[in-house]
């Protein structure tokens, strides 16, 4: 497993023993990456100086390699301690450390942090929680409005329903695309303000769209 380009292009990755982790297959980042490079929607500036965090990061991949493209700063969530050895040894492989901060932490239950423009989700398969994963990081302000939210699961799996609220945030409906890659799928949305139970967008904004300042109209 290596970096497919940029500043570290060739660079070899550790993956830890056994199948707790499920690294994303070198093919399979480039197509993710040439997608978000050359997609309508997306773009270099997308990637290039972006805000970025990997949630259920194991190796580190999907960070890294946006990292080694231009990213400014990724954000690491991984529990599991084999993996947190392998993500650590692959951001000092890197020289990554200025770059990178690794939380070991539930990324379903996130502390607050800063809101972040791209967003990788590639958590065990069949077990719902991309939903769960993004209602928490909605919540605790690590999503940007407009942000991309890239969710890997298994190929058979149900996406997120069109419009899921996700503590705030909309995914935006349909997905801007999706493609499959032997048992996985890789689908790519955009987080836009939505409103919620209190008529408040994500924003700060009524549904009326002016501010929520608590007075009366």
Known sequence: MRIVAGTWR?????????????????????????????APWAGRDRIAGARVLD??????????????????????????????????????ACGAGDAALVRPADVTRPPPGPACDLLFLDPPYGKGLPA??????????????????????AADEALPEDGSLLSGFL?????????????????????????TATGQTATGQTATGRAATGMPE
């Open 55 to 92: 949630a259920f990061a194991g190796t580190g991949a999907l960070g890294l390699e946006a990292l080694s493209r231009g990213a400014a700063r990724c954000v690491f969530f991984e529990t599991d301690r084999a993996a947190l050895a392998a993500l650590r040894a692959n951001i000092a």
């Open 10 to 38: 060739g660079r070899a990755l550790t993956a830890p023993p056994g199948r707790t982790t499920r690294p994303t297959a070198d093919r399979v980042r480039q197509a993710l990456f040439d997608m978000l490079l050359h």
């Open 132 to 153: 769960r994963a993004l209602a928490a990081l909605g919540a605790a302000g690590w999503i940007a409005p407009g942000a991309l939210v890239v969710v890997e699961t």
């Open 171 to 195: 995914l935006a409906a349909p997905p801007l695309a999706e493609r499959r890659h032997g048992a996985a799928r890789l689908s790519v949305w955009r987080a836009a303000p939505g409103q």
